[in-house]
């Protein structure tokens, strides 16, 4: 009879076994659970409860349970956040693929289901293995192709992320008391030891380290896009590595230039360009830039740290607080709280046009809307005549090329 994958004499690795399954599916306990925690954490920095314009997943019902308004301190914390979601993910590529392939005869053994216990496993099964794909390759995509599924990624992701845990979890629940008595064990039995064994070419130790050195690879290639300078140079792998674009006041990483979100020169000119900013009963003002260059200016450090996973140090922003803005057209009263606001761009082209802040983001001194950085004025690209940047928010909420600012309840 000739072998089919469904019998087990089939697979003849002499390396697969329960030892090297647990270690790694060991290492995956660890290493998804913060995944699915700091992703969680990445969509509430959003602050999609805070308005439908920033909710990137508008029927998530109970799934958003969880939600909070994102805090501004520490200043990093996104960048930090986020640099761990992507970074980790990338760097656990490997250890997911040799954890697939050392239960693969798994997959195909018959029957398909004994019994009805059975029979719900291996759905169960299913559902972990597709979802923990889904994820990987979804998360891959944005963070290589930027927007594949436009507008999409984000409930494709954050559902798939619920799928994925809730049945990790109930395997984790099943396999992990089993798994740590496996990796001290020194026999191999049970049936994913190879039957008929090929002879070694490695050992186990030496293919973990064959993991674990793909896995040191893909994260030394990929972790230096959460800094500058000679670091961002070593991130061949992201987009958002290699080098800076340029040298200079201006020369830190851009996502999406003046070019391409279709900004006109004409537009930006100093005689052309007016900021609206409107208060809460309505009252309006409208600034040119050298007005806005007039008034109380104030300097923070803040990084740009994009969901992409890639973030800038600290840039020397300059320009006008927010609140200052907010307190131009309210006088708000004894006790209330500070207004939210909605910040609309001049841009009409691509995805992004505009983004809500909470209360806490706004009255926070750091928060700006930026004339200048690292003591130029603005690049085109980096958002000329001015931008918003607020401490510890994911970049997409620092608004480039402003054009409106509504305050209150947005
Ligand atoms: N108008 C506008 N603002 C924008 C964007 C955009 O595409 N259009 N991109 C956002 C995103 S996703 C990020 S990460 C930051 C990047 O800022 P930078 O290009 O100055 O580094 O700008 C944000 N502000
Ligand atoms: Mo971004």
């Known amino acids: 009879?000739?072998?089919?994958?469904?019998?087990?004499?089939?697979?003849?690795?002499?390396?697969?076994?329960?030892?090297?399954?647990?270690?790694?599916?060991?290492?995956?306990?660890?290493?998804?659970?913060?995944?699915?925690?700091?992703?969680?954490?990445?969509?509430?920095?959003?602050?999609?409860?805070?308005?439908?314009?920033?909710?990137?997943?508008?029927?998530?019902?109970?799934?958003?349970?969880?939600?909070?308004?994102?805090?501004?301190?520490?200043?990093?914390?996104?960048?930090?956040?986020?640099?761990?979601?992507?970074?980790?993910?990338?760097?656990?590529?490997?250890?997911?693929?040799?954890?697939?392939?050392?239960?693969?005869?798994?997959?195909?053994?018959?029957?398909?289901?004994?019994?009805?216990?059975?029979a719900l496993e291996r759905v169960s099964l299913l559902l972990l293995v597709g979802g923990g794909l889904f994820e990987f390759v979804t998360g891959v995509l944005n963070v290589q192709l930027d927007y594949l599924f436009p507008g999409s990624f984000y409930p494709l992701h954050f559902y798939g992320a619920w799928v994925f845990f809730a049945a990790f979890v109930a395997h984790a629940v099943l396999k992990v008391p089993a798994a740590v008595r496996n990796v001290r064990k020194a026999r191999e039995e049970g049936e994913l030891v190879a039957s008929r064994p090929d002879p070694p070419t490695v050992s186990r130790r030496g293919a973990l380290w064959f993991v674990g050195g793909g896995s040191l690879l893909l994260f030394g290639t990929t972790v230096g896009q959460g800094f500058d300078g000679p670091l961002r140079r070593t991130a061949l792998l992201a987009p958002h590595g290699g080098a800076d674009p340029a040298s200079g006041p201006n020369g830190?990483?851009?996502?999406?230039?003046?070019?391409?979100?279709?900004?006109?020169?004409?537009?930006?000119?100093?005689?052309?360009?007016?900021?609206?900013?409107?208060?809460?009963?309505?009252?309006?003002?409208?600034?040119?830039?050298?007005?806005?260059?007039?008034?109380?200016?104030?300097?923070?450090?803040?990084?740009?740290?994009?969901?992409?996973?890639?973030s800038t140090s600290d840039q020397w922003w300059r320009g006008v607080r927010l609140r200052d803005l907010a307190a131009l057209v309210d006088l708000p009263a004894e006790g209330d709280d500070p207004p939210d606001v909605l910040v609309e761009s001049l841009q009409r082209r691509g995805a992004f046009r505009r983004a809500a802040l909470r209360g806490n983001q706004v009255a926070d001194p750091r928060s700006l809307l930026a004339l200048y950085v690292n003591g130029e004025p603005l690049s085109a690209d980096h958002g000329y005549p001015a931008r918003v940047i607020v401490p510890a928010a994911p970049g997409v909420l620092n608004t480039k090329w402003v054009a409106r600012l509504t305050f209150g309840k947005v």
């Open 1 to 118: 009879m000739r072998d089919t994958p469904a019998s087990p004499s089939f697979w003849r690795s002499p390396l697969r076994g329960p030892w090297f399954t647990s270690v790694l599916g060991l290492v995956l306990l660890l290493g998804i659970t913060v995944l699915f925690v700091t992703g969680l954490v990445s969509y509430a920095a959003y602050n999609p409860d805070l308005s439908r314009i920033n909710d990137k997943t508008p029927d998530k019902g109970l799934l958003g349970f969880y939600l909070f308004a994102w805090p501004t301190d520490p200043h990093w914390l996104y960048r930090l956040t986020q640099g761990v979601h992507v970074t980790l993910g990338v760097t656990l590529i490997p250890v997911l693929l040799a954890k697939l392939w050392s239960v693969v005869p798994k997959l195909f053994a018959l029957p398909p289901a004994r019994s009805l216990t059975h």
């Open 252 to 310: 830190f990483q851009i996502n999406k230039t003046a070019a391409y979100a279709g900004i006109d020169r004409a537009e930006t000119a100093e005689d052309a360009w007016r900021l609206v900013v409107v208060g809460r009963a309505g009252r309006t003002v409208r600034l040119g830039r050298t007005e806005l260059t007039q008034l109380p200016l104030y300097s923070s450090a803040l990084p740009i740290a994009c969901v992409e996973g890639w």
